[in-house]
């Protein structure tokens, strides 16, 4: 999306836009919030590392770093629920990245819900709210 | 919110919400983002503790960790721009937190700005969005 080019790194394309965003203080990562375009509705937290950020950037397909499998993750690789950047932006002191995407499939949380957000605090307990599960994770992840 | 007690910890109110998040996972933090109710805008994203996780829940008033000072943060204390609870959602891993709030006096950013997200990429570069700030920092802040 962009022409510029690191001389340093020899790297291009999206070095502009990364530079406007502090991985350092994150241990070389920042938040990623996706956020349905649609809806507003939030879907997901997860987290990019540099890599992540220039792939999501110049493929228009969310890609996040996964911290428990310490590896790059193209979110909906195994499910098929990827996510469509829409529009990217960046909060004030550059470690919040917010994703308005399209979700493929509908859902985005790994249980097969919508969104991983589907814990409402009601009188000092928690209600599942948001509707039943798209899928069935057992099916989709085969565990 | 709650008539759960802890009796281990003889702490009350709010140890039955709290159990449902990991705070170990983020070295005692979760991550928290604050919502506009009323528009779906995501306003930003900062840390809680187990003490501001509780006083939020028992107060309706969102109280963070500041990362940056090391103390409780009573979001709005200086700039007088609180955040009212209307909801609260746990994702599904239980280390982020989403507050559904009612912003005051309209800003959520220390810039004065409504949104911490005001920098949209475009075509490689970050257009600044979201209208011009509603207050000035140094005027409400001393700095």
């Known amino acids: 999306m962009t022409s510029q080019t690191?001389?340093?790194?020899?790297?291009?394309a999206a070095s502009g836009p990364r530079a406007e965003l502090d991985f350092a203080k994150g241990g070389g990562l920042v938040t990623a919030i996706a956020q349905d375009d649609?809806?507003?509705?939030?879907?997901?937290?997860a987290f990019m590392n540099e890599q992540s950020f220039d792939l999501t950037v110049e493929t228009g397909e969310v890609h996040y770093w996964s911290r428990s499998r310490s590896k790059l993750w193209y979110k909906g690789e195994e499910s098929g629920n990827t996510q469509r950047?829409?529009?990217?932006?960046?909060?004030?002191?550059?470690?919040?990245v917010l994703l308005k995407v399209e979700q493929k499939g509908g859902a985005a949380c790994h249980t097969g819900r919508r969104s991983?957000?589907?814990?409402k605090l009601e009188g000092g307990r928690y209600e599942v709210v948001g509707g039943?599960?798209?899928?069935?994770?057992?099916?989709?992840?085969?565990?």
């Open 6 to 12: 690191d001389a340093q790194t020899g790297e291009g």
């Open 38 to 45: 649609a809806t507003g509705d939030i879907l997901m937290v």
């Open 85 to 96: 950047v829409k529009s990217m932006y960046i909060d004030c002191d550059g470690d919040v």
């Open 116 to 119: 991983c957000f589907f814990r």
């Open 132 to 143: 039943e599960p798209l899928f069935d994770p057992k099916e989709v992840y085969g565990r």
